[in-house]
């Protein structure tokens, strides 16, 4: 225990940036991918580092999805890049709300 509260004197709070959802929300709601981070925490508690990167490796994989969308971007471009093949071959033509021809609306 430290001899002066700096975090407490400054008014931050260092500890609680480890854990990103848990923290105190806006308006009380958990955060989103708050359900994802607890069960890796609860997964990986008192297994310890290697073991916990081993045995909760699904945990974590599903936690960071959530958090960076990764794996969701990437099948969003792979499915852009067929619409545009399919549009330049002639096989696929935008509906015209896609293509902000549509009349405006009163």
């Not at 225990?1 to 709601?29: A, E, N, T």
């Not at 960071?64 to 619409?83: D, G, P, V």
């Amino acid at each position: 225990m430290p001899f002066w509260g700096l975090q407490k004197q400054l008014g931050i709070d260092v500890d609680s940036w480890l854990v990103r959802q848990s923290m105190p929300q806006p308006y009380g709601q958990a955060g989103v991918c708050h359900a994802f981070e607890r069960e890796w925490v609860e997964c990986g508690h008192g297994l310890g580092q290697t073991r916990a990167r081993r045995e909760c490796q699904l945990e974590y994989e599903d936690f960071m999805e959530c958090m960076n969308r990764t794996k969701m971007a990437q099948r969003l471009r792979i499915i852009l890049e067929q619409r545009d093949k399919m549009i330049k071959q002639g096989k696929y033509t935008p509906p015209d709300y896609h293509t902000g021809k549509e009349e405006p609306r009163p």
